[in-house]
């Protein structure tokens, strides 16, 4: 039998960064700061996962078994990055290096209090700077009509360029209570 669920429309552009930004980065402001989290646990995690996501309809991670997202964050292509304002996290990152030579930025957010502060472009920026310090080929990402609407503006000012749009629809089990903004559903 089915799972229940809310069918929704959206439109993924697919976003690729072939060089480093040569510009200098711009710095945060006083008790603002970034730290790797190299033993990041499931629970951490689906934390911060819930925290940004949830207004964006982020659900993927949320379906995925404890055991299946504990293997993905102890391997060590793959890194979180956590946003943090005087010592209180407040948004994430999640860089992944298992399809090298590429880098995709798979997850990258801020928790709601710390939208439309102005600290995006930086945040996203110290995740551009952080990618490549791995030296790639190239740095991905990939965002939809669901993210917030600022997502593709922004991603496209740090210099990432549109590789393509693909209309997809997901069906998004009910029983993880999100909400499903009209205008995506199906």
Known sequence: ???PADRVAVTVTFLRMDKAPASPAASFPGGIEVRELPNCTVEQYRHFYNAVGAPYLWWLRRTMA????AALLRDPRVGI???YEDGEPVGFY???????PLVNLS???MMPQMIGRGIGGAFLRHAVDTAWSRKPDALTVNTCTADHPRALP??????FRRVREV???WSVPRRLGLPIPDALRV
């Open 154 to 159: 922004t991603y496209l000012r740090a210099g």
């Open 107 to 109: 997850y990258f957010g």
């Open 81 to 83: 990055y956590v946003l």
């Open 1 to 3: 039998m089915l799972e």
């Open 94 to 100: 999640e860089l992944d290096g298992t399809p090298w």
């Open 167 to 169: 209309r997809e629809e």
């Open 66 to 69: 404890d055991r299946q997202l």
